[in-house]
């Protein structure tokens, strides 16, 4: 099994989410998020890539992270009922493995929701389901969490705070301002993951006032 791939950035093709890195004179064919994409850094750098590999009676596929973290999530999620490595890719490609785990502590159907795809039944299961797959924060890490998954710096983790989510409110303003899922979905990808909450949904509203 392939655990890790080291070699050169050959190729990117953002319309597949695949990359192609040569190692040894061979070139692998990696399926990978948009943001993993990214961070792999640019065409011809050497990268480095954690390695799931996927091996069913038609096909052999390897899938790409940049972090052991984010395979980790994935691995979990493809261990769910119903959840397969498209389904897992695309939660991951929303929401970051912080992110992610703090949307299931929290009992967050609507952020699921976000993943194409995903209506409401489809999250409440999968929120049910993941809880018994992936690593939960108690009550007290939630703050922790929260921090980590907008990219702050950790406060109060333990003084019992609330923990925010900024897009997560922006999010909820634009849903009883009567935006759907697809359209919110969009302009979350495009605002900041930090700062006041009401200055993103000014910012979220000159977006979509743009699409129209």
Known sequence: MIGSLRGLLLDRDRNFGEVLVEVGGLGYRITVTPNTSLDLGE????VFVHIHHHVREDAVTLYGFATKEERSCFEALISAHGVGPSL???ILSV???AQLRLALASD????LCLV???GRKTAVRL????KSK???PDVVELAALADAAAGHEPSGAGRGARPSNVLADV???LGGLGYDLDEIRDVLGRLPAEGDAADLVRQALKLLAVRV
């Open 108 to 111: 967050d159907v609507a952020s």
């Open 95 to 97: 929401h970051a493995p």
């Open 171 to 173: 999010r909820d303003a």
């Open 116 to 118: 194409p795809g995903v």
């Open 127 to 130: 929120l049910v389901e993941l």
């Open 43 to 46: 065409v011809g750098d050497t």
């Open 134 to 136: 992936l690593d939960l």
């Open 88 to 90: 897992a890719l695309a």
